[in-house]
């Protein structure tokens, strides 16, 4: 699902951000990044999306070398692959319903199948009953759970999220992590960077 290969970036400095970094994360899996802040996960997280490209190495994500993609795919390319932010990146003046249909206006799906996939979604996160409120009158939590729904509106194979729990105290940070495990125990593929190793610590026993 990702496989880099010898990857390295190097930014103008000269900083190199990421050196021979070599890993394959097969279809399933669900796999943390650690590592304190500068380590390089949030490099790696914009090349893994297509918003940067390695200096040198190889890079496959959901069947695509992003090494040889062509700007016309990056959009098609995206739907394969959902992502989440620390910052959760919701549109403050759209209800939760509005942040998570927008991906699918913007492809002008149907309006019938907007609405069911929308509330199928927030239902699985648990947030259907608060589908007219707007992202400031929900807790850092539920945000996070809003910005999930998002990033699964087109069924993508992996989803990428870069700190997820990053903003949010410890009982909301394991209230993410179950969703995440639900959602990776429908088979879709998690690659989740964090610097909490005490999460990474808990969730391996
Ligand atoms: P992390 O997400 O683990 O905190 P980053 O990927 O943001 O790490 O940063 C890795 C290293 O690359 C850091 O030393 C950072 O200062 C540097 N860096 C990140 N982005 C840029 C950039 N656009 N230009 C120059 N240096 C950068």
């Given at each position: 699902?990702?496989?880099?290969?010898?990857?390295?970036?190097?930014?103008?400095?000269?900083?190199?951000?990421?050196?021979?970094?070599?890993?394959?994360?097969?279809?399933?899996?669900?796999?943390?990044?650690?590592?304190?802040?500068?380590?390089?996960?949030?490099?790696?997280?914009?090349?893994?999306?297509?918003?940067?490209?390695?200096?040198?190495?190889?890079?496959?994500?959901?069947?695509?070398?992003?090494?040889?993609?062509?700007?016309?795919?990056?959009?098609?390319?995206?739907?394969?692959?959902?992502?989440?932010?620390?910052?959760?990146?919701?549109?403050?003046?759209?209800?939760?319903?509005?942040?998570?249909?927008?991906?699918?206006?913007?492809?002008?799906?149907?309006?019938?199948?907007?609405?069911?996939?929308?509330?199928?979604?927030?239902?699985?996160?648990?947030?259907?009953?608060?589908?007219?409120?707007?992202?400031?009158?929900?807790?850092?939590?539920?945000q996070q759970r809003v910005a999930i729904a998002r990033a699964l509106v087109h069924h993508p194979g992996v989803l990428v999220a870069d700190e997820p729990t990053g903003n949010l105290d410890p009982d909301?940070?394991?209230?993410?992590?179950?969703?995440l495990d639900k959602v990776n125990a429908q088979g879709t593929t998690i690659f989740c960077a964090t610097h909490d190793h005490d999460l990474v610590t808990r969730r391996a026993r």
């Amino acid at each position: 699902m990702i496989k880099f290969s010898h990857l390295y970036k190097t930014y103008a400095g000269p900083v190199t951000a990421l050196k021979n970094i070599s890993l394959d994360i097969k279809k399933g899996e669900f796999v943390f990044l650690t590592g304190p802040s500068g380590a390089g996960k949030t490099t790696l997280f914009k090349i893994i999306s297509a918003y940067s490209k390695p200096s040198s190495g190889g890079i496959e994500v959901a069947g695509f070398d992003l090494n040889e993609i062509r700007p016309r795919e990056i959009p098609y390319f995206r739907r394969k692959i959902g992502v989440v932010y620390q910052d959760f990146k919701l549109l403050k003046d759209r209800t939760i319903f509005e942040n998570v249909a927008l991906p699918l206006e913007i492809r002008r799906e149907r309006q019938s199948y907007i609405d069911s996939r929308t509330s199928e979604l927030l239902d699985q996160v648990g947030l259907y009953y608060k589908k007219n409120q707007f992202p400031m009158q929900l807790s850092g939590g539920e945000q996070q759970r809003v910005a999930i729904a998002r990033a699964l509106v087109h069924h993508p194979g992996v989803l990428v999220a870069d700190e997820p729990t990053g903003n949010l105290d410890p009982d909301l940070s394991e209230e993410i992590m179950d969703l995440l495990d639900k959602v990776n125990a429908q088979g879709t593929t998690i690659f989740c960077a964090t610097h909490d190793h005490d999460l990474v610590t808990r969730r391996a026993r």
